[in-house]
């Protein structure tokens, strides 16, 4: 038997397993050495990358994180560049903006006002805010020049967010008045501040009611200022005087009110009244801009002169003496100048006593004397006031044993009584103006016929007084 060709083929498999476990190991061994390499060696080693991640964490530390994005207590305003740290894009954009958010979180809100003879500084730092931070907040508006807080006034209020600790302020905001806001934020850069004018919108409201006591106490049931029955009395003075409104008389206003966002601050110009007074009778007025108030002819609704050049209501006596009128008084009251006008003459005129002589316009004259004293520094020349005091009556020449003051009136040199005096009006509208007064005389009476009078009064808004014209 032969068994030669058996052994050739064992030897030829056991000679090719032996390569196959060869090249297995040489595949095993590279895998081995690449695993080290890259878990000991490389530069992305889990040692390596650890130890740059310990430095990293050990070089940038909050309070390094800190000085970068918002500056340190002497500058507000160094930035990442200046310090030469390398940090992440990620830090860099947006970390001192969340350090900002989570201090201003936990700041505390305090308000305060500022105090007669008190500078902003010190009352900031009155209500906590550190010295040197309140200085920073203060020129962040002074810097810039959008205000002087010299020019603070007692009483004005603040508000500050600022740390527990008072060393940082967040936020800071100044109430200037109704119509000014000053505002002030920390940003990473430093202080951001603005300065914010609030709009005044103007709006009409229509007041209607009766006298109910006095004319203050039928405001007030309204909720309305008494500066609308100042308003009132000032327009009427030559026709009404304060004492002679009486109970039941009805008022009808159309008037402007100031408003910032919603809230009123104060009264602009009467545009109409409709007034029924018990004592006087009834009036209607109208403003008309820039001349003033007329009625519904256009004839101004302000006479030229005062009707008594004195308080009081003792009627006036005449002088057969001289053909004046002596205005009798008790002690020596103040004696008014009834129109604008320039001193003719003033000083000691023998039977007359003191005597102030006045030229007004459209060549009237006033003469007065009788005079108790002549107020000083009144020479010729000098221009005198509606209502201006000229002296003081009493009892000075030969005139009339009576206690008070004589006045003579003239117009191109005759003379006119006291009566006609007084019943002169201001100049008229012109002729041109008639045409649009009537328009606006037309559109009050429209909104004054829709105030009604009712018991308690009624305040309230016209919206459509306003109305955009149609182009």
Not at 158 to 166: A, C, N
Not at 193 to 208: C, D, E, M, Q, Y
Not at 287 to 301: C, V
């Amino acid at each position: 038997m032969r068994i030669e060709p058996l052994q050739d083929k064992t030897l030829e498999k056991i000679n090719k397993n032996k390569q196959k476990a060869k090249i297995v190991g040489w595949i095993i061994g590279i895998i081995i050495l690449v695993n080290i390499y890259v878990f000991f060696f490389s530069p992305a080693s889990c040692s390596n990358v650890q130890k740059k991640i310990d430095d990293s964490v050990k070089k940038n530390n909050p309070e390094q994180l800190k000085k970068a994005v918002r500056g340190n207590d002497k500058d507000d305003k160094v930035s990442v560049n200046a310090l030469n740290l390398k940090l992440p894009p990620s830090v860099t954009g947006n970390y001192g903006d969340e350090i900002l958010s989570r201090e201003n979180l936990m700041a505390k809100t305090v308000s305060g006002s500022v105090k007669r003879r008190e500078r902003v500084i010190n009352s900031l730092s009155r209500n906590g805010l550190n010295i040197k931070e309140a200085k920073k907040v203060i020129a962040a508006f002074e810097s810039r020049g959008l205000f002087n807080f010299r020019r603070a006034q007692p009483g004005q209020k603040f508000t500050v967010r600022m740390s527990e600790d008072g060393k940082k302020a967040f936020m800071f905001k100044y109430n200037y008045g109704r119509r000014v806001t000053l505002l002030c934020k920390r940003t990473p850069k430093g202080f951001k501040a603005r300065k914010i004018v609030h709009p005044v919108r103007k709006t009409i409201f229509g007041i209607g009611f009766r006298i109910r006591k006095n004319l203050a106490t039928s405001l007030k049931v309204l909720k309305e200022s008494y500066a609308v029955g100042q308003k009132l009395i000032a327009l009427f003075t030559d026709e009404i005087q304060p004492r002679e409104f009486r109970e039941g008389d009805s008022f009808k206003i159309l008037i402007e009110k100031k408003m910032i966002k919603k809230k009123i601050i104060g009264y602009g110009d009467i545009l109409a009244v409709s007034v029924n007074s018990r004592m006087k009778g009834r009036y209607r007025v109208y403003y008309f801009a820039p001349q003033g108030y007329y009625t519904e002819k256009g004839i101004s609704f302000f006479r030229q002169f005062l009707s008594r050049p004195l308080e009081g209501n003792y009627p006036p006596e005449k002088d057969n003496k001289f053909g004046g009128i002596i205005y009798p008084a008790k002690g020596e009251p103040e004696v008014w100048a009834l129109s604008k006008g320039k001193i003719a003459f003033a000083g000691w005129a023998g039977k007359y006593g003191r005597k102030v002589a006045i030229i007004h316009k459209n060549n009237y004259r006033t003469i007065f004397y009788h005079l108790s004293s002549i107020k000083k520094n009144l020479k010729p020349g000098v221009e005198v006031s509606r209502k201006e005091v000229i002296g003081k009556a009493g009892f000075s020449g030969t005139t009339p044993n009576k206690n008070g003051v004589g006045l003579l009136s003239y117009h191109n040199g005759r003379y006119i009584s006291q009566y006609a005096l007084s019943s002169i009006r201001e100049t008229p509208l012109p002729g041109e103006k008639m045409s649009e007064f009537r328009e606006k005389v037309k559109k009050y009476n429209e909104f004054l016929d829709k105030i009604k009078i009712i018991p308690g009064g009624v305040s309230k808004r016209f919206k459509g007084f306003y109305k955009k014209k149609k182009k």
